[in-house]
């Protein structure tokens, strides 16, 4: 897969467990933003998976052995919901030419791209601890995180950064299911009527 932007969303991880589960050797290539910690320990987790950087992507391309697609869209869960992409279905069968310079040339950018390590890595600050050591047992922290995003935002502006805020009101389902805790930003089932792991929940309460 070549995507210069990456989000692991919760229903593509899945898939991609799914597929490492079946002993299939996934390769993402990938170029911008960095992986959050979640994305980056959900990956960490799956056998078969190399996992590739490089600065200048701009490619959008997925392939197995037998079908790719080249299109204008991101493995990103925005563009898929939000965006208007085209792009060409190519079989290996009928369109052998095209495919195999498509492959030379990803196994070309490989080449040049940096292979990222994908050790778990464990948070080194923890916003729970520090607020409760300042602020005394069970008083909520000052800053949370967006439970799609998980960019840091104020604890009581509800668990939803204003991006994906907007997109989530336009369904207001508040048990549609996120992957990030509110509190601690750890990877877990959430949503804006649990936004919590139950860590944070039995510590902060609602
Ligand atoms: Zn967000
Ligand atoms: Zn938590």
Redesign the pocket.
């Known amino acids: 897969m070549v995507s210069p932007y990456l989000q692991i969303s919760k229903t593509f991880f899945e898939r991609l467990k799914d597929a490492a589960a079946k002993s299939v050797e996934i390769k993402i290539i990938y170029g911008k933003d960095e992986l959050k910690p979640n994305e980056r320990n959900s990956l960490a987790e799956l056998k078969n998976l190399e996992l590739y950087y490089f600065e200048n992507l701009h490619a959008k391309c997925y392939f197995n052995e037998t079908e790719m697609v080249i299109t204008s869209m991101n493995m990103y869960e925005f563009s898929e919901k939000n965006n208007r992409e085209m792009g060409v279905h190519i079989t290996k069968e009928k369109d052998a030419g095209i495919f195999e310079k498509a492959v030379a040339e990803t196994h070309s950018i490989i080449q040049s791209s940096e292979l990222i390590g994908l050790a778990k890595t464990k948070r080194n600050f923890s916003p729970?601890a520090k607020d409760v050591k300042s602020n005394g047992q069970g008083k909520k922290p000052k800053r949370g995180y967006c439970i799609r995003c998980e960019e840091r935002i104020p604890y009581d502006m509800g668990p939803y950064c204003l991006n994906c805020f907007s997109v989530w009101s336009q369904y207001e389902n508040p048990e549609y299911e996120e992957s990030v805790?509110?509190?601690?930003?750890?990877f877990?089932v959430t949503s804006m009527e649990k936004p919590?792991?139950y860590?944070?929940y039995k510590q902060f309460g609602k």
């Open positions: 729970i805790c509110h509190g601690c930003g750890e877990e919590l792991c860590d944070c």
